[in-house]
Every structure is written in structure tokens, then in C-alpha cells.
């Protein structure tokens, strides 16, 4: 069965840094993309940011562009999004899904694209 776990999460101040991690068990990730995603209470989950199975194509969300960071290591099965600058706006549970159509060199941030989504991990910024 297909399973993803994140890690990674906790409270950090305005301006720190937290790097999330999404480990895969049953499965090799090396064929998939995959995706970050956010959901703040009363809000929507939205596509924070996407990596394609080749780690060749990365995309990002206009409010985490330039500060938060998604890379991969297929040899440890993990995808990693490195998050700096962090501000409030950024409290929420982040969760990492996998994309098993998308091409090699491309993502989407389209949750209708993902499955095998994770239990998330809690992302609070506060002073």
C-alpha cells in the first residue's frame, strides 16, 4: 500500500526556517511527482509547491516563491521543502502527495492530480 509520511513540522518564530520532510514507504518514489500542499483552519487546501519524478521541474505558489524551497532524494525515498522567512500566514497542515501520471519532467499543484496523500504535519509561526 501506498504511504506517505510527513515530518518535520513545529512552531517557529516570524522569519525562521523549518524543512519538511515526506518519506515514502511501500513504494519508490522515483516515478512520481510530487506535490506540497497547505490547508489553514477555515480555508481551502491549496498547492503549495511540486516537484516532477525527474527533480528536472519544480513549481511554487506566487506567496512561498523566492522562501520556500522543494527538493528530492530518491535514494532516501524523500522529498523535502525547505521553508525560510516564515511568516504567520504560513501556519497551516502541510501535507505532501504523490502525482503517478504526470510526465517525468513536469508537476501540477492541482489536487485533483494527487493520491496517497499523508497525514500531514502542523506548521505554526507565531511570536
Known amino acids: 500500500q501506498l504511504q506517505l509520511v510527513e515530518s518535520g513540522g513545529g512552531l517557529v518564530q516570524p522569519g525562521g526556517s523549518l524543512r519538511l520532510s515526506c518519506a515514502a514507504s511501500?513504494?519508490?518514489?522515483?516515478?512520481?511527482?510530487i506535490g506540497w500542499f497547505r490547508q489553514a483552519p477555515g480555508k481551502e487546501r491549496e498547492g503549495v509547491s511540486c516537484?516532477?519524478?525527474?527533480?528536472?521541474?519544480?513549481n511554487y505558489a506566487d506567496s512561498v516563491k523566492g522562501r520556500f524551497t522543494i527538493s528530492r532524494d530518491n535514494a532516501k525515498n524523500t522529498v523535502y521543502l525547505q521553508m525560510n522567512s516564515l511568516k504567520p500566514e504560513d501556519t497551516a497542515v502541510y501535507y505532501c502527495?504523490?502525482?503517478?501520471?504526470?510526465?517525468?519532467?513536469?508537476?501540477?499543484?492541482?489536487?485533483?492530480?494527487?493520491?496517497?496523500w499523508g497525514q500531514g504535519t502542523q506548521v505554526t509561526v507565531s511570536s
Open positions: 502527495a504523490a502525482d503517478p501520471r504526470a510526465p517525468p519532467s513536469d508537476c501540477s499543484r492541482e489536487l485533483a492530480d494527487f493520491g496517497s
Open positions: 511501500g513504494f519508490t518514489l522515483d516515478y512520481y511527482a
Open positions: 516537484i516532477s519524478s525527474s527533480g528536472g521541474t519544480t
